[in-house]
């Protein structure tokens, strides 16, 4: 399978554009701080602030295995489950659902948060999968592939895969849209401004998010695949919800642990903005936030 980097590296004309202040630093992507996804507080801000995704990506992923093997499906690995947003949209369609991840804070807070009686969580890497060799009818990962090492990923993914079993990858956008009566366009171009911000702090492996998973999808080894990228959710949140979902993002928490003091102005100072540009002081005022969702979906061959 191709080499990822290399393939970033040879052919950066391959992505989409971007914006000038986003030059990810040696130090930010080496610093351990991009994996505070394990910590207690970044996986509480997870599951407070991180949105399960459309309605209409499972359904679709459910669909699309249906074409491809035939019903009851017994078992979806969700790796890189995070909190447990992405494992519960699952669970109307399978018998049962594991959600698997790295970090214990992330696990512990998905079990606290999860009332379904077919799923279940356990801590493990993405290339070491708790499955039998081809047990699994469907292996999914939300807005996490990016940070695996795909190659290992994939052999995996393909080790615990049933014949005919599939894959479905999907993340969501990195710029995302904000609506608010007459000043949508001012209020996205203020919230656009902080999250370029954010992109100095980001990880090498964010080109993938820019990319819309094409790299992603031209990497998974199967034939029969398919890449989707027009499915978008409006999902209302309020200001001190808006912010909250800023501070939840890893660049965020890679800026909070290179600059300490810069971090704690960003939050207030990205707020007074967007109140200022909505021409509210409540925090409780609603805007809708346009999720964009990028997915790769294969099919095992037989």
């Not at 615990?160 to 990195?174: D, E, F, I, Q, R």
């Amino acid at each position: 399978m191709q080499n990822l980097g290399a393939e970033i590296r040879a052919h950066p004309d391959r992505f989409f554009p971007q914006p000038e202040s986003y030059v990810p630093k040696e130090q930010v992507i080496s610093n351990p701080s991009i994996h505070s996804h394990k910590s207690e507080e970044h996986a509480q801000l997870y599951r407070k602030y991180r949105f399960a995704s459309s309605p209409e990506i499972p359904e679709m992923v459910y669909n699309y295995l249906k074409e491809k093997r035939q019903p009851p499906f017994a078992l979806v690995a969700d790796v890189g489950c995070g909190s447990g947003q992405s494992s519960r949209g699952l669970a109307p369609y399978f018998q049962k659902v594991v959600g698997v991840d790295v970090s214990k804070a992330q696990i512990s807070e998905a079990k606290q948060n999860t009332l379904e009686s077919n799923i279940s969580y356990c801590i493990s890497t993405a290339d070491q999968l708790p499955f039998e060799d081809e047990s699994v009818d469907l292996v999914t990962s939300t807005t996490a592939v990016h940070w695996f090492n795909f190659e290992k990923f994939m052999k995996e993914a393909d080790r615990v895969l049933k014949p005919n079993g599939c894959l479905a990858l999907h993340t969501l956008s990195g710029y995302i849209p904000l609506h608010y009566k007459d000043r949508s366009e001012r209020i996205s171009a203020v919230f656009k401004e902080a999250m370029e911000f954010l992109f100095k702090y980001a990880h090498e492996c964010f080109i993938h998010i820019r990319n819309k998973y094409q790299l992603i999808f031209e990497a998974v080894p199967y034939t029969d695949k398919k890449r989707v990228d027009d499915i978008s959710e409006t999902f209302p949140m309020t200001v001190t919800e808006l912010m909250g979902f800023l501070e939840s993002l890893y660049m965020y928490q890679t800026y909070k642990a290179l600059d300490p003091e810069g971090a704690k102005e960003f939050l207030p100072k990205t707020q007074k903005r967007i109140l200022e540009t909505l021409g509210v002081t409540s925090l409780d005022t609603k805007v809708d936030f346009v999720a964009e969702y990028y997915c790769v979906l294969a099919r095992k061959p037989a």
